[in-house]
């Protein structure tokens, strides 16, 4: 069955496998960018960050498209850091391969998997493997209502419309103490309330706006599970950020990155170029965590304080950020920023 979650503070790290850039200027190959994002993982394993959680992509910007093979490598280098997908994107692949995937990665870390749940920022992956977009609502009802009942870890008879009838099917390997579960939720309000209705956790992706705004959600979730007699686990979010020694340098380096990220993305979706202004918008009041340590710390906590949330993760690789301000982003992150956060939580908490 699927493991509770503890109400202790929870920090992380995200990343799609960006394609870096190396000291000379070049792009890493993908091959790189993959060992890149295993050495960065073990980096914040010895600085004690909670988690690496990695997103699955189907797009020529990101390395990572099988998550969960990332993760099994870098079980075997680790020790205490939880290997989580940020998110699998369940619409498009199969429930059932799903859990058998995890549960061997679980086997293997020693109970460290945790996998995210998501219909998908990015749509790539429906065409790719066979699915139709029309079927987008009914593939993630039918292929979470089936994972729900394999986290069980007992036979499954299990009847849909968008893969073959389950009788009295088992599946294996089994886990030793169950398998950590979210829901990776976008903003839709019919999200929160499903991931409710089956007491999954929920991780908020807040990647743009005043994060103030979803509020509601987080209350709209503790509603909804003491509605369906479900327990209401603390919520967590994740959102992009650039950590340098000062906030004039991050600012500096980090805009041009960032700019080229969302204008890829916004070609495809209709949205206008980012401005200098609009960027500047997203570090002074939005969800872009851009600074160093000290502004960084301060701007999480804050949101982390106001959401009411018990979990941070951080998108730290947001574009072709250079490889080697990546490891000293982590280095800060792990350093500086997590045990700040913590003693301003602390504060704020008295």
């Known amino acids: 069955m699927a493991k509770k979650v503890d109400n202790q503070y929870f920090f992380g790290l995200d990343s799609f496998g960006d394609l870096a850039t190396k000291d000379n200027g070049e792009l890493t190959t993908y091959a790189e960018a993959l060992r890149l994002v295993v050495d960065e993982a073990i980096l914040a394993d010895t600085l004690g960050v909670d988690s690496i959680a990695l997103g699955e992509h189907h797009r020529e910007e990101y390395a990572i498209s099988s998550p969960e093979m990332v993760l099994a490598g870098i079980a075997t280098k680790t020790t205490n850091i939880k290997l989580a997908s940020g998110v699998t994107v369940l619409s498009s692949d199969d429930p059932v391969r799903v859990f058998e995937r995890f549960a061997t990665l679980d086997g293997i870390s020693n109970g460290r998997a945790q996998v995210i749940l998501g219909r998908g920022s990015f749509t ?29 870890e007992k036979p499954v008879t299990w009847e849909g419309k968008t893969r073959a009838a389950l009788d009295n099917a088992d599946v294996f390997p089994k ?107 997203e570090v002074k009041f939005g969800s872009m965590y851009i600074g160093s340590s000290e502004t960084v710390a301060k701007k999480i906590a804050r949101s982390m304080s106001r959401l009411g949330v018990n979990r941070f993760d951080l998108v730290y690789g947001f574009g072709p950020v250079k490889a080697s301000a990546r490891r000293h982003m982590i280095e800060l992150y792990g350093k500086e920023v997590i045990p700040r956060v913590r003693e301003l939580l602390t504060e704020d908490a008295k």
């Open 175 to 281: 886990t030793e103490n169950g398998l950590h579960t979210y829901v990776g939720v976008g903003g839709s309000p019919n999200s929160i309330v499903r991931a409710a209705a089956y007491g999954f956790p929920v991780v908020l992706a807040i990647i743009g706006g005043n994060p103030d705004r979803f509020k509601p959600y987080v209350e709209l979730y503790q509603r909804a599970a003491k509605e369906f007699g479900n327990e209401a686990h603390p919520v967590g979010m994740h959102s992009p950020g650039y950590i340098a020694d000062t906030d004039e340098q991050a600012v500096e380096e980090a805009f041009p990155l960032f700019k080229e990220a969302m204008d890829k993305v916004g070609k495809t979706r209709g949205w206008q170029p980012m401005t200098k202004q609009h960027f500047m918008n």
């Open 124 to 152: 790539e992956s429906f065409p790719l493997f066979g699915y139709d977009m029309q079927d987008y609502e009914l593939l993630f009802e039918e292929k979470i209502e089936l994972f729900h009942k394999l986290l069980k």
